[in-house]
C-alpha cells in the first residue's frame, strides 16, 4: 500500500512549478526593465546629440543662435568649481573621518555626529541650495560665483566622503598601528604615516564618486543662481559660472521654443556622461589596483 | 634616535660640536614637547573639522526656521497648512501649500507605484534567482542606472516620456505629472532593489535550506520565508525612496511645468515643493517679500517630510532587525 499518492503530489506541484516559473520569469523581465530603460536613454541621447557634437560645440561660447552656441564656458565652470568643491570637501571629510574613526570615544558625540551625517545625507539636494543661497551668496556676499556654488556642492557631497574615509580607515588592521606604536610613533604620527596611507585608495575612491555626484547635481546650483545665458567664460572663483547640467536644464526647458535647443541639450549630455564614465572607471580602477587586502 | 646616533658618532669621531650628554637630553626633550603639542591640537583641530558638519545642519535648520517664522508673520500658519490656492505672484497673493504638497504627495506616490514592485522583483530575482555570474553582470548596469544624474532623467522625462504617453493618452498635457513620475520611478528602482537586494541576501542560507527541504519551491521560499525576514529592511528601502522621491527636484521641475492649480488630475500640470522653490529662486526673489520668504516655508516643509522619512526608515531597520 502507498502512503503518498503520487498522482495527486504531481497534480499539486504542477501548478506551484509553474507559478514558480512565472515567478522567475516576471522577476527576470523586472530586472531587465532597468536595463532596457538605460539602453533607451542612452540611446535617444546619442541619437539626439551626437550629431551636434565636433570641435566648434566644445570651445565656442554661450548663444542664442543654436549652429553657433558652445559648451566652452560650462566646461570651464565644471572645471573651477570642482577645484573648489575637491579640496574643501577632501579635507572636511578626511578629517571628519579620522576624527570618528581615530579619536572620538565610542560615545555621545560620536554617535550624535555620525547620526547628523546620515541625515545630512538625507537632505535634499534643492535645500542645500537654500542654504548656499542664503549664506554664501548673500550672507557672506559672495553672490552667485564659483566659490559659493563650490562650498555648497562641498557641503552636500560631504557625507559620500565621510561614509568613504571611515570605511577605508576602519579597514586598516590594528596590527599595523600597534607596530607603529611599537617603534615609538606618536598616535598623529601613526596616523600620518601609517593609516592614511593605507586607506588612501579607498579614501580617494570616496572622492572621486563624490566628485561625480558633484558634477552631476543641478538643483543647488539653479537656486544659487546661474543666468540661463552667461557669456563670458569664468576666469577664477570669484567670477559668475554656469555648469554642464544647469546648460542641459536652461537648453532643456527652452527646447519648447527652439527645436534645436533639444539637440544642443542632448550633445551636453553626451560630454557628461563621458566625463562622468571616465571618473568612474578611474575609481574602480584605483580600488582595484591599489586596494592592499590584509 | 637622531641623539643617540649623534651620541654614538661623538664617541668614534671624537665629534666636531661637542655635546655632551645633558645638551642632548635638553635637545630631545625639546623635540618631545614640539610633538606634544601637536598631538594635543590635532585632535581638536579635527573635532573642530568634523564639528562642521554639525554646524551644516545647525546651518539649514537656522536660516530656515528664521525665515519661516519672517513668513508665518505675514501669512497665518493655518492658511498656509490648509490654503488650496497658491498664487504668489502679481497684488492680493495668496499662500496655500496645499497645491504643492498634493503635487508632492501624487508625484511621489506616481514613483513608487513604478519603484515598489519592479525594484522588489530585480531584487528578488538577483538575491534568490540569478547566479552568481549573472549577478555580478546586472549589478554594474543597475549602479550604471543610478549614476545617471537626475538632469538627464528630467531630459528623457520631457523629450521621450511625455510624447510617446500622449500618443497613449490623448488630452495629456505637454507638461503633466504623470511623466516626471514614471521616470523619477525608473530613476529610484536602482536604489530599492540594491538596499532590498542587502536585506535578503543577509538572511541565513540555513533557513531557506529548511524551507527547501519541507519541499517549498523558490518562490514559496522566496515570498514565505526570505522576504518576511527581511522585511524590515525592505521597508526601509522604500522609506528611502520615498524620500528620495519627495526631495527629487530636476525631473519634476522640466516635466511637469509650473502650474499651482489644485487638482488630482495626473494629466495635468501640477507643481512639487522642490519644483516652486526652484521657480521662484531662478526669479531672483527680492529678500524681505513675502514671496521670498515663502521660499524657505516651502522648503522648510520639504525638510521636515524627508526628515521624518529618513528618521522612520533608520527606526525601522533598527528596531525591528531580525538578528541570526
Known sequence: ?294 | MKGVLHLAKSAVHGNNKKLNVREIIQEKKKSRSVNNVTEKLIPKILFGIAAISVLTTIGIVLTLLTETIAFFKDVPFIDFFTGTKLKPLGENAVFGVVPLLTGTIISSAIAMLVAIPIGLMTAIFLSEYASEKLRRMLKPLLEILAGIPTIVYGFFAFTFVTPILRSIIPGLEPTNILSPGIVMGIMIIPMVASLSEDAMSSVPNAMREGALALGATKLEVTWKVVVPAAISGIIASFVLGISRAIGETMIVTIASGSSKNFTFDVTQSMQTMTAYIVEVTGGEAAAGTTLYYSLYAVAMTLFVFTLIMNLIAQYISRRFREEY
Open chain 1, 1 to 294: 500500500m502507498k502512503y503518498v499518492d503520487s498522482t495527486q503530489v504531481h497534480k499539486k506541484m504542477g501548478s506551484r512549478l509553474f507559478a514558480n516559473n512565472l515567478a522567475k520569469t516576471l522577476f527576470f523581465l523586472a530586472t531587465l526593465f532597468g536595463l532596457v530603460v538605460l539602453v533607451i536613454l542612452i540611446y535617444r541621447v546619442l541619437a539626439d546629440g551626437l550629431g551636434w557634437i565636433n570641435f566648434d560645440f566644445l570651445t565656442n561660447r554661450l548663444s542664442t543662435d543654436p549652429e553657433r552656441a558652445g559648451i566652452w564656458g560650462a566646461i570651464l565652470g565644471t572645471l573651477w568649481l570642482m577645484l573648489v568643491v575637491a579640496p574643501v570637501t577632501m579635507i572636511l571629510g578626511v578629517g571628519t573621518a579620522i576624527y570618528l574613526e581615530e579619536y572620538a570615544a565610542k560615545g555621545r558625540i560620536s554617535s550624535f555626529i555620525k547620526t547628523n551625517i546620515s541625515n545630512l545625507a538625507g537632505v535634499p539636494s534643492v535645500v542645500f541650495g537654500i542654504l548656499g543661497l542664503t549664506v554664501f551668496a548673500r550672507a557672506l556676499d559672495l553672490g552667485s560665483v564659483v566659490l559659493a556654488g563650490g562650498l555648497t556642492m562641498a557641503l552636500l557631497v560631504l557625507p559620500v566622503v565621510v561614509v568613504a574615509s571611515q570605511e577605508a580607515i576602519r579597514a586598516v588592521p590594528q596590527f599595523l598601528r600597534e607596530a607603529s606604536y611599537g617603534m615609538g610613533a606618536t598616535k598623529w604620527q601613526t596616523i600620518k604615516n601609517v593609516v592614511l596611507p593605507a586607506s588612501l585608495p579607498g579614501i580617494l575612491t570616496g572622492v572621486i564618486l563624490a566628485l561625480s555626484r558633484a558634477i552631476g547635481e543641478t538643483a543647488p546650483l539653479v537656486v544659487i543662481g546661474i543666468p540661463a545665458l552667461l557669456i563670458p567664460v569664468p576666469d577664477g572663483i570669484f567670477d559668475k559660472f554656469t555648469i554642464l547640467p544647469v546648460q542641459i536644464y536652461y537648453w532643456t526647458i527652452d527646447s519648447a521654443l527652439v527645436a534645436e535647443y533639444a539637440n544642443l541639450a542632448a550633445a551636453t549630455i553626451v560630454i557628461l556622461l563621458i566625463v562622468l564614465f571616465a571618473m568612474n572607471s578611474i575609481a574602480i580602477m584605483i580600488r582595484n589596483k591599489f586596494q592592499k587586502r590584509f
